[in-house]
């Protein structure tokens, strides 16, 4: 390939020259912005958050094996939870992340990595029991998410029952 041909792609691949205006791309996000989120982008939002709750109770069980090494380096040995103990802890430690990232950001890691914000009916940030009560509803009925197939106005059980909504923001 010639120098001139690097400057230049060639006519076969046209969109490598497309500019979109700022204007067309601020229009785009006018038109969702407020608008509540469908069943694809907020169960992606929660694949990222399963995945951040993963991450944080390996970082937990890791601090739990070297705070045991460092008292006992003779005897130690890893830990061994029961798959019972680590689900508990686990649906806990959802839970708490929920309430907390929804009471102090308005979203989650999922929900802002996806452009998401959890609000109640006037669109304002939810309080913190409200926010107490839907991360519980989130972790012990996450089947919930599926109402928003059903509903007009994309609303999952939680949604529904705690007068809340998930729009992009």
Known sequence: MTSAEERHPPADYPWH???????????????IQGR??????????????????VL??????????????LLRPAAFTFPAPAAATLLIIGLCLQAVY????WGVVGGTYGDRLLGLRVTDDGGARLGWGRCAVRALLCTVFPIGLLWVLVSRENRSVQDVVLRTSVVYD
């Not at 020259?17 to 038109?31: F, I």
């Not at 944080?56 to 090494?69: E, H, K, S």
């Open 17 to 31: 020259e497309t500019v979109l205006p700022m204007s067309v791309v601020a229009g785009a996000r006018a038109t």
């Open 36 to 53: 509540r989120a469908g069943l694809v982008t907020r169960s992606l939002a929660n694949v990222a958050d399963v995945v951040v709750v």
């Open 56 to 69: 944080l109770l390996v970082g937990g069980y890791t601090a739990v094996a070297a705070t045991r090494f």
């Open 98 to 101: 929920f309430a907390v990232t």
